[in-house]
């Protein structure tokens, strides 16, 4: 006969077994869910609602709370409040990696404000700003993904308050690569990421699109800041200056960030869960083939970006300040229609051909434009050609990604990926310095920069031969 403590524990056990199948067939549901979500991309979507509770047996017996839902959006918007998302990442994107873009400015007075030091001195707080920016973007992106957009980006926008803001107290160069070159960097990296993974909850069909228009910041920004920061050095001085852009770039960004929702999406939980370091991705031929077509090819857009206004400065001096940075200003302009127009591109075409196109294309318009022209006019050309196509990759990486690895682990994958863009940050400008002070011209300058890009669109087509090897497949 069973006494009544035996009757108990074998209730007990049952109801913990009972627990554990109902667990187990949960999980199974779950995984199926995420499973079909990544293999039928473009088929139909539906609501999915993942229940996470005890069998009703079990729930009586126990006395347990109601169950608990957790429902995974599959359903993109394609537009809404996705709308108002985009306006946002647009106002980051302009004061973080657009504040950025303005670079070559600051260089120029800072050539002239440390005249007796070499071009590649100077240059090289541009290379911190490069090196850093792709940390930041980084380490954004996995703690983002496990930890919130939104608190890290506040958190981050900070960050590049604090160097940007100490910049204006600094004396030595050494000083400016630690603050404007590392600190502020680090928390501008964050815009990167943000303006690509926040138009991704809201889009799908036209997701390439979105982040195309998000992006655009980047080049409106530097627009802004290439006239705007002139002038106030013009008028306020070069300390005060940075201390103005620091304000003014925390105030909208944080502006930005309020604007932005998440969604909870079965892309976002497959991210939040990925590992942090993707090791299955290293594994592949097709990653390091994007990688180092990123590396070589960003030198080529580096390089022009860098010495634009100087270049310009040399071949008609009599220009004023604000007419010689006006080629960068028209880099800037363009840039938003570049993105935006191989956004659409990439929807139609596939974004590895379009990643092939833009770094060939670079390259086309360096060596027929930049190496045949020496006059002002010739380099307002050059400039709003090259923009077009040079920083357009941006556009096509996320989706080259996604094409390559699936959506798991997107910002995390696209991090380690943008790290290849570090060296040419760190060193592009710097090493087109030594060729200018070797050469004192431009021209090994220019073919340096012609070079790199077209290496980047034949390693970027080796990429997409390996991932699919029909010609005209949309890939």
């Known amino acids: 006969m069973i006494n009544a403590e035996d009757s108990k524990q074998q209730k007990g056990s049952a109801a913990s077994v009972m627990s554990r199948k109902t667990e187990h067939d949960t999980a199974l549901e779950r995984k199926s869910i995420l499973s079909d979500h990544h293999l039928d991309e473009d088929g139909p979507q539906i609501e999915a609602h993942i229940v996470s509770s005890p069998s009703k047996d079990n729930d009586v017996e126990s006395g347990s709370r109601p169950p608990e839902t957790a429902a995974f959006e599959t359903t993109y ?36 404000r440390f005249s007796q030091k070499s071009s590649f001195e100077v240059n090289l707080i541009g290379g ?5 920016l792709g940390i930041g ?31 204006g107290f600094c ?33 799908k069909k036209n997701r390439a699109f979105a982040i195309g228009v998000a992006l655009s910041g980047f080049g409106l920004g530097a627009a802004v800041f290439s006239l705007l920061v ?60 994007v990688a180092f077509s990123l590396l070589v090819g960003f030198f080529g857009t580096v390089t022009p970006a860098a010495y634009f206004v100087q270049y310009t400065r040399e071949i008609d001096p009599n220009r004023s300040k604000v007419l010689s940075s006006l080629p960068l200003t028209l880099w ?17 075409l596939g974004p590895l051909n379009c990643y092939t196109l833009a770094w060939s294309l670079s390259g086309a318009a360096t060596f027929a434009l930049w190496y045949t022209m020496r006059t002002y006019a010739g380099s307002i050309a050059y400039a709003c050609v090259l923009a077009f196509f040079a920083t357009s990759f ?22 380690f990926i943008l790290l290849f863009q570090i060296p040419p940050n760190l060193f592009g400008a710097a090493i087109a310095g030594v060729i200018r002070d070797e050469t004192q011209g431009w021209k090994w300058i220019i ?29």
């Open 128 to 132: 911190f700003m490069g090196f850093f």
């Open 230 to 289: 002139p002038a106030l050095i013009d008028r306020i001085g070069l300390k005060h200056t940075l201390k103005v852009i620091a304000c003014t770039n925390l105030a909208v960004t944080l502006l930005g960030i309020a604007l932005i929702r998440n969604r909870n999406t079965i892309e976002a939980q497959l991210r939040k869960d990925a590992p942090f370091i993707p090791v299955q991705a290293f594994r592949r031929l097709s990653f390091w083939l």
């Open 394 to 415: 941006q556009v096509c990486i996320p989706g080259a990604v996604t094409e390559i690895f699936g959506p798991e682990a997107l910002a995390t994958n696209l991090g």
């Open 447 to 475: 073919t340096f920069a012609g070079c790199c890009s077209f290496g980047g669109g034949l390693l970027a087509g080796f990429a997409r031969l390996h991932t699919n090897d029909k010609l005209l497949a949309k890939v």
């Open 137 to 167: 973007t980084v380490i954004f992106g996995r703690i983002a993904d496990r930890y919130g957009h939104k608190k890290m980006s506040v958190c981050f926008a900070f960050l590049a308050w604090i160097g940007m803001f100490s910049a």
């Open 171 to 203: 004396n030595e160069l050494w000083q400016l690569y630690i603050t404007q070159g590392t600190i502020a960097a680090i928390g501008q990296g964050a815009g990167v990421t943000l303006c690509v993974s926040a138009p991704a909850q809201w889009f």
């Open 77 to 112: 918007p394609e537009g809404g409040y996705g709308y108002v998302v985009v306006f946002a990442c647009i106002l980051v994107g302009a004061c973080t990696a657009g504040s950025v873009s303005a670079l070559g400015i600051y260089q120029a007075e800072y050539a002239e």
């Open 332 to 348: 800037a302009l363009i840039t938003p229609l570049g993105r935006i127009g191989f956004g659409f591109l990439v929807d139609r």
